[in-house]
């Protein structure tokens, strides 16, 4: 039996249901509630607040540099994905013809920012799935001189299907484009080797244990030196002229200059004791338990013959997620509700229902579903 990494009395809320949902929100660890104190605490120490607040910033900076192995000048923490992908979007200086890929089955802020380019004659060209799968070489044929971007999801939220980042890496460095990863479904449940992208975002509600108001940014300075910051603040800069000489500045050199003001202390001090609670667990154990329970999941589906699975089989095809195409998602996912199961369901209109194995899993909570699923 594959016993849960993490125990489910470590958690708020779940010791009564199995708790499928990481692909959405994650359980509040209880631990958090010391990370919370010690932010009160710290904060109310008047000028020293900032000092003390900072630090946890820069240690949660480091935590962030050790998982994706890369340097912690690279990392900063942003307020949301989304803020990272814009960021790039508007960090790029544009011209008309040029060119950004994307996948159809990418997540809106993957999509929409790329949008509003259009006024200046950017295309934006969209590779289909096949079979719910994204292939490379499919993304391949789109690429051509004037590819700016290539943005994909290195695990999809809405198929589970985890993409090749070694051979989409060569690919995009094969071409003047840049790789941009949304890792948001990668990052705390499998290993991600950022410096192979060129910029890497992740928000940290879902498999990283954290909350909502915090993000990581990965900026790869040696293969993306001209990408600016669209937006500047005091916190952008290394130096300034003061009152004396109030329009002098020079601009930080690491990536907290795409950070204009203090980022959100409360969510730092959450994300500081999630990725220490992960760290103590190690990597590549969560890997190894997400796969083998999602691997139990899959093929229990598979063998029913009355789901259409939208994720693949393989293990290097996959993460956390397994989802099912179906045109009840809704009825599907009350009748697990009703027997205590949480899983997701819809995502922008389309018929998808998503079920996440994570640290405080456990096979028992797989058959649970399966039981749950064959009776719908």
Same mark, same amino acid.
């Given at each position: 039996?594959?016993? %849960?990494?993490? =125990?489910? &009395?470590?958690?708020?809320?779940i010791?009564?249901v199995v708790?499928?949902?990481?692909?959405g929100?994650?359980?509040m660890?209880?631990?958090?509630?010391?990370?919370? @104190?010690?932010f /009160?605490?710290? +904060? &109310? $120490?008047g000028?020293?607040? $900032?000092?003390l607040? #900072?630090d946890?910033?820069?240690?949660?900076?480091k935590q962030?540099a050790?998982l994706?192995?890369?340097?912690?000048d690279s990392?900063?923490?942003?307020?949301?994905?989304?803020?990272?992908?814009?960021?790039v979007?508007? *960090?790029?200086?544009w011209?008309a013809?040029?060119?950004?890929?994307?996948?159809?089955v990418?997540?809106?802020?993957g999509?929409?920012?790329?949008?509003?380019?259009q006024?200046?004659?950017?295309?934006?060209?969209?590779?289909?799935?096949?079979?719910?799968?994204?292939?490379?070489?499919?993304? =391949?044929?789109?690429? #051509?001189?004037?590819? $700016?971007v290539?943005?994909?999801?290195h695990? &999809?939220?809405?198929?589970?299907? @985890?993409?090749?980042?070694?051979a989409?890496?060569?690919?995009?460095?094969?071409?003047?484009? +840049?790789?941009?990863? #949304? =890792?948001?479904?990668?990052?705390g449940?499998?290993?991600?080797d950022?410096?192979?992208?060129?910029?890497?975002?992740?928000?940290?509600?879902?498999?990283?244990?954290?909350?909502? *108001?915090?993000a990581i940014?990965?900026?790869?300075?040696e293969?993306?030196?001209?990408l600016? /910051? %669209?937006?500047?603040?005091?916190?952008?800069?290394?130096?300034?002229?003061g009152?004396?000489?109030?329009t002098?500045?020079t601009?930080?050199?690491d990536?907290?200059?795409?950070?204009?003001g203090?980022?959100s202390?409360?969510s730092?001090y959450?994300?500081?004791n =999630?990725?220490a609670?992960l760290?103590a667990?190690?990597?590549q154990?969560?890997?190894?338990?997400?796969?083998?329970?999602?691997?139990?999941?899959w093929? *229990?589906?598979d063998?029913m +013959?009355?789901?259409?699975?939208?994720? %693949?089989e393989h293990?290097?095809?996959?993460?956390?997620?397994?989802?099912i195409?179906?045109?009840?998602v809704?009825?599907v996912? $009350?009748?697990?509700?009703?027997?205590?199961v949480?899983?997701?369901?819809?995502y922008? *209109?389309?018929?998808?229902?998503?079920i996440?194995c994570h640290v405080?899993? #456990? @096979?028992?909570?797989?058959n649970t579903c399966?039981?749950?699923?064959?009776?719908?």
């Amino acid at each position: 039996m594959s016993e %849960p990494l993490i =125990a489910k &009395s470590e958690f708020d809320g779940i010791e009564q249901v199995v708790h499928l949902s990481a692909g959405g929100e994650t359980p509040m660890l209880r631990s958090h509630q010391n990370a919370i @104190r010690q932010f /009160t605490i710290d +904060k &109310s $120490r008047g000028e020293r607040a $900032r000092a003390l607040q #900072d630090d946890v910033l820069q240690a949660t900076r480091k935590q962030c540099a050790e998982l994706f192995a890369v340097p912690v000048d690279s990392i900063s923490l942003l307020g949301s994905a989304s803020e990272g992908i814009n960021i790039v979007a508007y *960090g790029i200086e544009w011209k008309a013809g040029d060119n950004v890929i994307i996948a159809d089955v990418e997540f809106g802020s993957g999509v929409f920012p790329w949008l509003l380019l259009q006024e200046r004659g950017v295309e934006v060209r969209v590779v289909r799935h096949k079979h719910w799968q994204i292939d490379i070489n499919d993304i =391949a044929d789109q690429i #051509d001189d004037r590819t $700016r971007v290539v943005l994909i999801s290195h695990v &999809s939220m809405f198929t589970g299907q @985890r993409v090749s980042l070694s051979a989409l890496s060569a690919l995009v460095r094969s071409s003047n484009a +840049k790789l941009v990863l #949304d =890792a948001t479904h990668a990052a705390g449940v499998v290993n991600v080797d950022a410096g192979l992208a060129d910029v890497v975002v992740s928000s940290c509600y879902k498999w990283l244990l954290g909350v909502h *108001g915090t993000a990581i940014f990965y900026w790869n300075k040696e293969r993306f030196p001209e990408l600016k /910051t %669209p937006f500047l603040g005091w916190n952008s800069v290394s130096s300034a002229g003061g009152w004396q000489q109030p329009t002098s500045m020079t601009l930080r050199d690491d990536a907290l200059r795409f950070i204009p003001g203090n980022p959100s202390f409360i969510s730092v001090y959450i994300l500081h004791n =999630a990725l220490a609670t992960l760290a103590a667990v190690g990597m590549q154990r969560v890997e190894n338990h997400a796969l083998e329970l999602t691997r139990v999941l899959w093929q *229990g589906i598979d063998s029913m +013959k009355r789901w259409e699975l939208m994720t %693949p089989e393989h293990s290097d095809a996959r993460a956390g997620n397994v989802c099912i195409m179906t045109d009840r998602v809704d009825e599907v996912a $009350r009748a697990l509700r009703q027997r205590n199961v949480l899983v997701w369901g819809t995502y922008a *209109g389309d018929e998808r229902l998503r079920i996440s194995c994570h640290v405080y899993n #456990d @096979r028992d909570d797989i058959n649970t579903c399966l039981d749950a699923l064959g009776n719908v």
